[in-house]
C-alpha cells in the first residue's frame, strides 16, 4: 500500500526553537491537534518517515512547540525545517471546512487583489515567525510584504488564482 494513500498533510515545519530539538510547527488543518506519543511522517527522500511526538505545547491559534524522540539537539532537528508534516487521515477529526485549506506554498504565483486594485503577485511567503507574511512583487517591479493573515482573506479564487484580500488602508504604500 502506497503511504500517501493513507496520510494526509496538515502543515509544515517553520524553524527549530531553543538548543533541545524543539521546532515550531505551523497546523493549516482545523481537524488536527498533535498529541503527545503519537506519530507524524516527514517525506525523506522519497520515504515518509516516522516521528513519535515527545512533548507538544501550543504557541498560537495554528502553531506548536513540538520535540520528538531521537531528536534532541537543534542541529539534528534542523534537517525537518521547512518540510511538510503528514498524520494518518484517521487522527484527524473531519470539519466542514476541510476542503478550504490551503497552505502558503500553495499561494505562490497568486495574483494579490485588494478591493479593486491588483497589488502584485505572490512571489514567496515568510513564516518564520507566528506573524507569517506574503512577499509579493508589485506591478512596477518592486518587493511588497503583506501580511498572511486570514481575518484580511475575503475569497481565494482557484480557478484564476486571485487572493482577494482587505488591506488596511495606506499598508501597501508603506512598502513602496
Known sequence: MNPQQTLQR????????????????????????PDVDKFVFVPVDGLYVPFRINSVRPKGSQ??????????????????VGA?????????????????????EDLVGYTLVDGDTTAGTITG????TENCIFIIERPDGKEAFVPAADELITDIDTDNK???????????????
Do not use: C
Open 10 to 33: 496538515v502543515g509544515e515545519f517553520i524553524k527549530t526553537h531553543g538548543i533541545k530539538g524543539e521546532l515550531s510547527a505551523f497546523i493549516a488543518n482545523d481537524g488536527y491537534t
Open 63 to 80: 502553531s506548536y512547540l513540538i520535540s520528538f524522540k531521537g531528536l534532541s539537539d537543534e542541529k539534528t532537528a534542523a534537517i525537518l
Open 84 to 104: 511538510p508534516l503528514y498524520v494518518q487521515q484517521d487522527e484527524i477529526e473531519k470539519t466542514d471546512e476541510d476542503e478550504d485549506v490551503f497552505y502558503f
Open 125 to 128: 511567503y515568510d513564516a518564520s
Open 162 to 176: 486571485i487572493l482577494s484580500m482587505n488591506l488596511p488602508q495606506g499598508l501597501l504604500e508603506l512598502n513602496a
